[in-house]
């Protein structure tokens, strides 16, 4: 379980912020009049930036187990290039995410459970081998058993990917055919698993979704995932996470005031730039780990790189790509209040994304690239850079 080990600091980094935030932040004093800025700037990160995301990756995961029933019963080329299209547009959403995995991701254990890599082919084969896990994974109720009774380095985004890419190419039909095999596993009954985990997928992101948006954002999913799945959707409380925050300084907030809110909305950025340059990038290219290499089916390794850092740009700009704010984000309050923080951060945003584009794809094959390190460095830049904007709110 690769990723739940080595996210296992930065994990507690931001578990230790939503439990103690509310005791080391009394001594955190914004500069006068900013409260009301800074609120809403969570405003706009809450309703602009982290349910939108959510939504649209509810949305596509949802489409996705459409998309894969639709293949389990009519393996054409078709079929398969459209679940893989809408697996690779969740894939986007899910690691446009990332600046945000505090909170209802951290909490609830569903980053490590639907992103672990890399995937375990051997348990995979045992698992696709058993009759009794077949049978399970194809019942009625196939998502929850998935859930309950495959491991994370079974479940999640690369499972998936598994069945519907090889080689950075999509899957094609006659792979699929009655009687071939994979690995001593029927291929016929990867789309069995892969509906299931799909179905484990949609509903670990849709917790997420509602866990952020409350159960008014959309009552069927609601439904589902409190009534039937019975997840859990609250903190302590009852509030949701979007709730918590917009409380800052509130009776019932875990977050103390307005510059903790904004300390947790920063100290997210610099948790998946940290993770990509010492992890994703660096842990391959520096040869700690060669197998540590995310997408390696799809040969997506890159593009999650740059959505990763689109991630941070979407908080900094306090919105979605096209739907940036220039006045209630924390660019905008930090080109106002100190412009030259404001000019490296957002300087190393553009750089981070540029240096990751230079690396040569696919990245499985050049992570040994001199334009690694490049892109590590400009990385390391970035999340630096992020670190003095919290060390000026709260000096």
């Known amino acids: 379980m690769k990723k739940i080990l080595y996210l296992t600091a930065a994990?507690?980094?931001?578990?230790?912020?939503?439990?103690?935030?509310?005791?080391?932040?009394?001594?955190?004093?914004?500069?006068?009049?900013?409260?009301?800025?800074?609120?809403?700037?969570?405003?706009?990160?809450?309703?602009h930036t982290v349910i939108p995301?959510?939504?649209?990756?509810?949305?596509?995961?949802?489409?996705?187990v459409k998309d894969l029933e639709t293949l389990k019963k009519d393996v054409t080329q078709e079929?398969?290039?459209?679940?893989?299209?809408?697996?690779?547009?969740?894939?986007?959403?899910?690691?446009?995410?990332?600046?945000?995995?505090?909170g209802a991701a951290t909490d609830f254990g569903i980053d490590p459970h639907i992103d672990t890599w890399p995937l375990d082919l051997t348990g995979l084969k045992e698992a696709l081998t058993n009759q009794a896990q077949i049978s399970g994974?194809?019942?009625?109720?196939?998502?929850?058993?998935?859930?309950?009774?495959?491991?994370?380095?079974?479940?999640?985004?690369?499972?998936i990917e598994y069945v519907l890419f090889w080689e950075g190419k999509h899957r094609t039909a006659d792979w699929f055919a009655e009687g071939n095999t994979d690995?001593?596993?029927?291929?016929?009954?990867?789309?069995?698993?892969?509906?299931?985990?799909?179905?484990?997928?949609?509903?670990k992101c849709w917790q997420m979704e509602?866990?952020?948006?409350?159960?008014?954002?959309?009552?069927?999913?609601?439904?589902?995932?409190?009534?039937?799945?019975?997840?859990?959707?609250?903190?302590?409380?009852?509030?949701?996470?979007?709730?918590?925050?917009?409380?800052?300084?509130?009776?019932?907030?875990?977050?103390?005031?307005?510059?903790?809110?904004?300390?947790?909305?920063?100290?997210?950025?610099?948790?998946?730039?940290?993770?990509?340059?010492?992890?994703k990038i660096g842990m391959v290219y520096s040869g700690q780990d060669k197998n540590y290499v995310e997408s390696p089916y799809s040969y997506m390794s890159i593009v999650d790189f740059?959505?990763?850092?689109i991630s941070i740009a979407n908080v900094w700009n306090g919105g979605t790509e096209g739907d940036y704010d220039s006045v209630n984000s924390l660019k905008a309050y930090f080109k106002e209040t100190n412009p030259d923080i404001e000019k490296r951060i957002s300087d190393a945003i553009d750089n981070s994304i540029a240096k990751i584009k230079d690396i040569p794809e696919p990245f499985i094959e050049n992570y040994q690239n001199e334009n690694c390190a490049a892109a590590i460095e400009a990385i390391q830049e970035l999340d630096t850079a992020l670190s003095t904007a919290i060390n000026e709110l709260t000096r």
């Open 11 to 47: 994990a507690l980094v931001m578990t230790s912020l939503a439990a103690c935030d509310q005791n080391s932040g009394d001594d955190l004093d914004p500069v006068d009049g900013d409260d009301a800025r800074f609120m809403a700037i969570a405003d706009r990160f809450v309703n």
């Open 53 to 64: 995301t959510y939504t649209s990756l509810s949305d596509y995961t949802e489409q996705l």
């Open 79 to 102: 079929n398969i290039d459209k679940a893989c299209e809408t697996f690779l547009t969740a894939r986007a959403y899910w690691e446009k995410s990332e600046a945000f995995l505090w």
């Open 137 to 159: 994974l194809s019942g009625e109720d196939g998502d929850v058993y998935a859930g309950e009774k495959l491991g994370p380095t079974l479940l999640g985004f690369h499972g």
């Open 183 to 203: 690995n001593g596993v029927k291929c016929s009954d990867y789309l069995i698993y892969a509906v299931a985990v799909a179905g484990d997928l949609r509903n």
């Open 210 to 279: 509602i866990a952020w948006a409350g159960e008014s954002h959309n009552p069927d999913r609601y439904a589902k995932v409190n009534d039937e799945l019975e997840l859990p959707l609250t903190m302590t409380g009852g509030a949701s996470y979007g709730e918590n925050l917009l409380n800052a300084g509130k009776p019932g907030s875990s977050c103390a005031n307005a510059v903790v809110a904004m300390q947790w909305i920063i100290e997210g950025c610099n948790t998946i730039a940290d993770e990509v340059a010492s992890q």
């Open 306 to 309: 740059e959505d990763n850092m």
